[in-house]
């Protein structure tokens, strides 16, 4: 009688053990975050370092948070890339409205071999959340 339980259990495990291991496997195959997400104070801080460069990357336009510098679409971030630093190394600090577009402008510019960005986590509406004004609307 303990036979007909031990196969069924004995099926039940290996099938949920290729379940995990399948899960974990499609885990690890995920990129690693392109920029480092902060918060609206973080970020506040972050482009009032006088060598970060802030870059709306939201399209439509709605607005730049204080201090920015420039503007250039999520997804022209390759092919205006002549508008950003030479030097890899300068710090920069992106943002959208929500947070995709920043995550695909991060990624862009990983991909260019930016090794310092900082990313606004949930974006101008986060900023906003926090009581902070936009400009330029």
């Given amino acids: 009688m303990a036979g007909w339980v031990a196969r069924p259990l004995a099926a039940f495990l290996l099938a949920m053990s290729v379940i995990v291991s399948s899960a974990c496997a499609q ?3 995920l990129p690693a975050s392109a920029a480092r997400l902060v918060d609206p104070g973080e970020f506040a801080a972050a482009i009032a370092e006088p060598d970060r ?17 420039l503007s250039i679409p999520f997804d022209q971030i390759a092919a205006q890339a002549d508008r950003l630093p030479a030097d890899r190394d300068t710090p920069l600090a992106i943002y ?3 947070g995709p577009m920043s995550t695909v402008a991060a990624q862009a510019l990983r991909d260019l071999g930016y090794t310092d960005v900082v990313e606004l986590r949930g974006g101008m509406r986060a900023w906003q959340a926090e009581g902070r004004a936009l400009t330029g609307i």
């Fill in 27 to 29: 885990k690890e195959a």
């Fill in 53 to 69: 460069l802030a870059v709306n990357v939201h399209v439509p336009f709605e607005g730049d948070i204080p201090g920015t510098d």
């Fill in 96 to 98: 959208c409205r929500s």
